[in-house]
């Protein structure tokens, strides 16, 4: 069975409840055992795993203002590493089930793609460790099965972090990072069996990104973290980077699940990656050169140049075109990006990255397919520095 995005019309509200329920809404379904991660294989990447899934090409093509292209070949992962990064992909499992096998998908938008777009990269800054888990399906999503078991899932991420913990960690700093469904397992991982607990001394930083994070208002600590802050400084270890992404033209809406205004008295956190202190600054972003991430094929991503050059790497680079700052306002709390179009130069004025359907686009998800390729180079870059960090203090 193969879903799309225009086979439900509830995907906006069953996405939602799969990454933004709260912890105490969890419900047990059903108990199964744990898969056994000491078989590496049910592993995407782990540092022995050979060939692993984040062992991909990842060539990109800077489009500079002028239509100029200049290819940037990725010089592969670093071994020697000082810290480990632990990865949990989003939703994105296409199995007809409400939970996932343990065998990753291979379209676009499964766990071998999303390995490869969002987790990949990070090679360079840490050691890579990405579970698979019987996370819950885009087809149950959608309404095409059930709704999935997320104690089952949690299940599976706990067994797989101890396992890591027990078997791969020998006292390494830690960066966990998540993106959706992934974010809001790392929310919950942190908030039961990191904080307050012995794996603190350990963390590096936590990523969890497209997902709510509370804090009280105009705080760094409170909320959900009772001692973990944002991330404010190049460096700074022990601290949480999360955001949620929308267009600045177009944000959350009342039907936003993500970044949108609480009734709690708290606020969703936002930490911008390209300048952790706050204010606006330009996106590093690694995008796919051909955008693959909805099957409504409606709108599909301009040419990178006009006339249209050919570009043969998986992602293109494009240096200055895409800005973000922090806002918080009447709409909620949430990353808001700016794209800064030509049209008089040679270089397209747009990128694709937003949730449509038939053509439409669902203004209520603003970019979140898209929330770690836009930052992907900033968020390589605070890793990098935390890791540097976190060896000369250990």
Known sequence: MVCSWKSG????????????????AWATQGKAAPPDYSDTSIWLCRPDNTPGFCQADLDATAVLADGTLQRESWAGADSQAPIDCFFLYPTASLDPASNSDLVPGDQPGEE????????????EACRLYAPMYRSTTITQMIGQ?????????????????RYYLAHDNHGRGVVLIGHSQGAGMIRRLMMEEIEGK???KLLVSALP??????????????????TIPLCRSKGQIGCVLTYNSYRADSPPTPESFLGNRRDDGLHNACV??????????????????????????????APWTDPAQPIDTPFVRVPGLISAECRSDGQGDYLAITIHADPADPRV??????????GKRLAEWGLHVIDMELAMGDLVRVVKAQAAAWAASH
């Open 145 to 161: 099965a059930p709704p999935g078991d997320r104690e089952l899932a949690y299940s599976d991420v706990l067994a797989a972090w």
């Open 9 to 24: 019309v509830t995907a906006a509200g069953a996405l939602a409840a799969a990454i933004a329920v709260p912890q105490a």
């Open 272 to 301: 911008n990656p390209a300048a952790l202190g706050g204010g606006s600054a330009p996106l590093d972003a690694y995008l796919e050169t051909r955008y693959t991430l909805s099957p409504d094929k409606s709108v599909p991503q």
């Open 349 to 358: 004025d747009d990128i694709q990255g937003d949730v449509r359907r038939g």
């Open 112 to 123: 071998i793609h999303d390995i490869q777009r969002e987790f990949a990269r990070f090679g």
């Open 209 to 226: 990104i497209g997902a709510n994070v509370a804090v009280p208002a105009g705080k760094d600590v409170g909320g959900d973290f009772k």
């Open 198 to 200: 012995p794996a603190q």
